[in-house]
């Protein structure tokens, strides 16, 4: 058994865990932020069997797409009469961020 971690867009969170159900995977979506762009992201635990780990990765990259968003990034330490001009810098996110670790043990009581 493995648990599949997938930190992806809010956006595309609902279609991943419609496609997933349809998948006949069971899921746990719940609310993040990330820590650079301090943006709400969504954050799905996903329990599978080995054989199904293929399918459950394909249907997060069929469901996750890169978007470009702009920061504004934290002004310097600044000596009084300084001036700064913030310019905003785009940063690609996602498609989705997905770790895949081992379970030693799964229960449903
Ligand atoms: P954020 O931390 O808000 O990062 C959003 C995007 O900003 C990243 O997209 C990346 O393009 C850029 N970025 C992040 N940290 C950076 C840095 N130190 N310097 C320059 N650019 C940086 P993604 O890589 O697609 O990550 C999307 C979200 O996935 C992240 O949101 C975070 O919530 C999560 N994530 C990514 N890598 C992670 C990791 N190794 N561990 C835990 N969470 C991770």
Known sequence: ??????????????????ALVKGGFRSTRFQ???????????????GVEDRRLDDALRIIRENCRTRTRSVSPLPPVMEPGEFFMP???????????????????YERV
């Open 1 to 18: 058994m493995k648990l599949v971690i997938a930190i992806v867009q809010d956006e595309d969170a609902g279609k991943v865990t419609d």
């Open 32 to 46: 993040s932020h990330g820590g650079f762009l301090r943006a709400r992201n969504s954050t799905i635990m996903i």
């Open 87 to 105: 310019q905003p810098v785009e940063v690609q996110v996602g498609g989705a961020t997905v770790f895949v670790t081992n379970v030693d043990h």
